[in-house]
């Protein structure tokens, strides 16, 4: 199976120059993506209402922290991160050594990749995205598909949901192109996204139905 996971993401890795490398930063990083959080916010209020809205990012929120803890317990990090001391965590692919060809240790891969030596490398490694240690599991898969499946299901509009899995196919993409994960990191990240970004939708759905939060002017709908 890893064999296969390292032929995907040598496939999918490349060296695109420095825009693409400033591009990709951008999408892995927070700030571009804050209209469309304004956005998931605004669609939610519209459709039912301010009460249900700060239930919604209550429950956003929630799983979002979830997501990030779950992935950093296969990582060793995070307030979760002791709950499998005997489980070995997998290396970034910048930090794979087999990828190149080499046989040293992970360790000292991280540290060439650290003073950005120059040289004919299989992977693409932008000098910025230089950090960390492991891969396994997605924390930033994790997130944007809890987020993708909690606002999918709650604003239920055919173009948004297009609109979100775009935006996470090119959230997770950027790992790849910065050399964070394997696509197999990526997927078990999406995995640990969607059961807590939908069991947050089952409780938002119990919780407005129990207290009656719901705006009965704006009922939902499932058009374009």
Avoid at 78 to 98: H, V
Avoid at 99 to 126: C, F, K, M, N, Y
């Amino acid at each position: 199976m890893y064999s296969f996971d390292h032929d995907l993401f040598l496939a999918l890795n490349f060296d695109g120059g420095p825009v693409l490398d400033r591009i990709m930063l951008a999408i892995s990083g927070t700030t571009v993506w804050l209209p469309l959080y304004a956005l998931i916010l605004w669609l939610v209020g519209r459709r039912c209402g301010w009460r249900c809205l700060l239930v919604f990012l209550v429950l956003m929120l929630a799983a979002l922290g979830l997501s990030d803890m779950v992935a950093g317990i296969f990582k060793h990090n995070g307030l979760l991160g002791d709950l499998l001391p005997g489980f070995q965590p997998r290396w970034r692919p910048m930090f794979t050594p087999e990828l190149e060809g080499l046989a040293i240790a992970p360790d000292s891969l991280v540290a060439i990749r650290q003073t950005a030596l120059p040289g004919d490398w299989a992977v693409h490694v932008p000098i910025e995205a230089v950090s960390g240690h492991y891969g396994t599991v997605s924390a930033h898969a994790a997130t944007v598909v809890a987020l993708a499946t909690l606002s999918i299901a709650v604003i239920r509009r055919r173009w948004f949901a297009w609109l979100m899995l775009c935006c996470t196919l090119l959230i997770c993409y950027s790992r790849i192109y910065l050399a964070k994960h394997f696509p197999l990191d990526l997927a078990w990240g999406s995995l640990v996204g969607l059961l807590l970004g939908w069991g947050a939708y089952l409780l938002f759905d119990r919780l407005t139905r129990l207290f009656s939060l719901k705006n009965p002017s704006r009922p939902g709908r499932t058009a374009l």
